[in-house]
């Protein structure tokens, strides 16, 4: 985007940053968010730094999972602004019944989506551990590979549709273009009266 992405505005009430945008639709499912990274958005959340000797989304994942004061932390990427809610509560819901799942992980077109999903904590060590097995010189280990080395509960297309049929929640901006496309849609969905 040539700037930090997170701290984008996302036009609409007060412009809120793109961070805040995501979180905001699933505040009342989680507690206060946790941000892997050295700057807040003027948001007020708790700042962790990335986990040492470790690069990458990786990193942030590994660094939240062990602040975090709960047994599963549901995980947002930063520039995902339309996260479901509905989805959200049934990807807890299914961890909360599946005692062995480290990870309750969406797969979209056959591919992991592990960055709207749900971990539990104590996955941290085995986290970490991946991670240095997969780790390759002057880059950090790919998310999907390291996720895969976890125990998975696969919430595959036809199941999760269900809850987001648009799927929406994997929407996101990594472009300007992509960011004025979603901006776009966030207008449709008002003028059509539902839930930007």
């Known amino acids: 985007m040539g700037s930090d992405k997170p701290g984008h505005a996302f036009p609409g ?6 961070i805040r945008r995501g979180a905001d639709r699933l505040r009342e499912l989680a507690g206060p968010p946790i941000i892997a990274g050295s700057h807040d958005y003027g948001t007020g959340w708790r700042l962790v730094s990335d986990e040492p000797g ?17 047994d599963w932390v549901l995980t947002l990427a930063a520039d995902l602004p339309f996260p479901s809610p509905l989805l959200a509560r049934r990807l807890l819901g299914i961890a909360l019944g599946e005692p062995l799942a480290q990870a309750v992980v969406p797969e979209r077109s056959g591919r992991l989506e592990p960055l709207f999903a749900v971990y539990r904590c104590d996955a941290v060590d085995d986290l970490r551990t991946v991670a240095r097995q997969l780790a390759r010189p002057e880059q ?57």
């Not at 470790?54 to 939240?64: E, F, Q």
């Not at 809850?163 to 979603?182: H, K, M, Q, Y």
């Open 140 to 196: 950090g280990p790919s998310l999907r590979q390291t996720v895969s080395g976890l125990r998975l509960r696969r919430v595959g297309e036809p199941e999760w549709r269900q809850w987001d049929p648009e799927g929406a929640s994997f929407v996101n901006c990594n472009t300007l273009g992509e960011l004025a496309a979603a901006v776009k849609l966030a207008l449709a969905q008002t003028d059509q009266g539902g839930n930007p």
């Open 13 to 18: 009430p007060q412009d809120p940053p793109l």
């Open 54 to 70: 470790t690069v990458g989304p990786v990193a942030g994942l590994i660094a939240g999972l062990a602040t975090a004061d709960t």
